[in-house]
């Protein structure tokens, strides 16, 4: 029984490719609070990347942006399972205008849910093709993730005004800005592995049109 604790626990902690064997905390943390500051949300950052730092070494920024939307994409789908067992119960009980909210916010997260896979098979590219379509690839990560983060912002908005239940309301909200604090997180650090790259290969910055 013990053995198959242990084989179920390495099998949970290596989704993804990422291994958790910790290394000296102090150490960790203080080089992920370095990674974490421009991130808006600096406690979760650290305490979401903590697990992966390893003993061969510290993640590089691009493998710590993997982690954080692997850990975003993670929680959106678990959100989204919640969201679909909350639609379900309301369903059965007729409550037609709570149900409208939830399901709203379910279409939100799966979509969602889908762009942030999308920005993690992209970001997994870019390591891959190097410089090669480095703008594409980068410009596809931001829009994907700043749509997710967009979803999880108009679905709390929807559940507040939609008159569900106060009970209801707590949980689902709790889940969704959860969702949407890893999204904005992903996001920095996404930013900051392309402010990096782009200075170490040469490559100029995206123009921005006025």
Known sequence: MSHLVLHLLLISFTIFGFSPIVESRSRARMYLELQCRSA??????????????????????????????ASCLSKARFTKTYLNMAAKKLNETNNIG????????????????SQITQSFKELQQIRKDGDENFGWHESNVVSWVSAALTGTETCVDGILAG???????????ARVVNV????????????????????????KNPKILL
């Open 98 to 113: 709570n149900d409208q909210a939830v399901e709203e916010c379910l279409r939100q997260i799966n979509d969602g849910v």
């Open 180 to 203: 949407k604090q890893l999204a904005s997180n992903s996001l920095a650090m996404f930013s900051r592995f392309t402010m990096r790259y782009r200075a170490s290969r040469g490559i």
């Open 40 to 69: 808006l949300y600096r406690d979760l950052c650290v305490q979401t990347l903590l697990p992966y730092v390893t003993k061969t070494g510290l993640p590089d920024p691009q493998l710590l942006a993997q982690i954080s939307l």
């Open 163 to 173: 008159g569900v239940g106060k009970g209801e309301q707590a949980m689902i909200k």
